[in-house]
């Protein structure tokens, strides 16, 4: 039995709409490829580059809950404002994140992380000792590896202690492309 599209996006929405998902997501196009961006009801839980979605989805079913379910919706605010950044219109997100699942010093390290101003730079180093933990710069690499919300908790703004790109989950051309856009960087030519 096929089911129609028309009918699909009904039940998708339905589903949002009575509160029946434990994580919504939808794949946003951006200037640094496509995005998976996922939510749960405490706030945005999941940014990932050049998502896989079968996969993606049991991560976030392993993770949250098992009702996950592409649905568009619940993402339009995470949408909008990832439009508004890209655009140049947006300098400071706006949405609550979910990191239930961050350690306590993880999350110590992201909380840090959201506070670096829109197009500054800061170091592996900088952020540990802002943390609690002045030597634990390699454990905030791994963290920003490891980042579930890349660009609204700005890890591509953080570099070596001599100021070199390093280590990017997105890889260093869209680190490099989004300190750019931020104005942290000078375009190559």
């Known amino acids: 039995m096929t089911v129609s599209p028309e009918l699909d996006a009904r039940f998708r929405e339905a589903a949002a709409a009575e509160g029946l998902l434990d994580v919504a997501y939808d794949l946003v196009d951006t200037p640094v490829g496509q995005l998976l961006v996922a939510v749960t009801d405490r706030g945005l839980c999941e940014v990932s580059f050049d998502p896989e979605p079968e996969r993606e ?46 350690r306590e010093f993880a999350g110590a390290v992201l909380k840090e992380l959201a506070r670096v101003p829109y197009g500054q730079l800061t170091t592996y180093g900088t952020l540990a000792a802002k943390a609690g933990r002045p030597r634990a710069a390699r454990a905030v690499g791994t963290i920003m590896n490891r980042n579930p919300v890349p660009i609204v908790l700005p890890c591509h703004r953080v570099v070596g202690s001599t100021g070199a790109l390093t280590g990017y989950g997105g890889g260093l051309d869209r680190k490099r492309t989004l300190l750019e856009l931020e104005g942290a960087l000078s375009p190559l030519t």
Do not use: I, M
């Not at 079913?61 to 649905?71: E, I, K």
């Not at 919706?73 to 699942?101: C, I, K, N």
């Open 57 to 102: 989805v049991e991560t976030l079913a392993r993770t949250f809950g098992a009702r996950v379910l592409r649905s568009p919706r619940p993402t339009d605010e995470a949408r909008r404002q990832l439009d508004e950044y890209f655009a140049g219109e947006r300098q400071r997100f706006d949405l609550p994140v979910d990191l239930r699942l961050a």
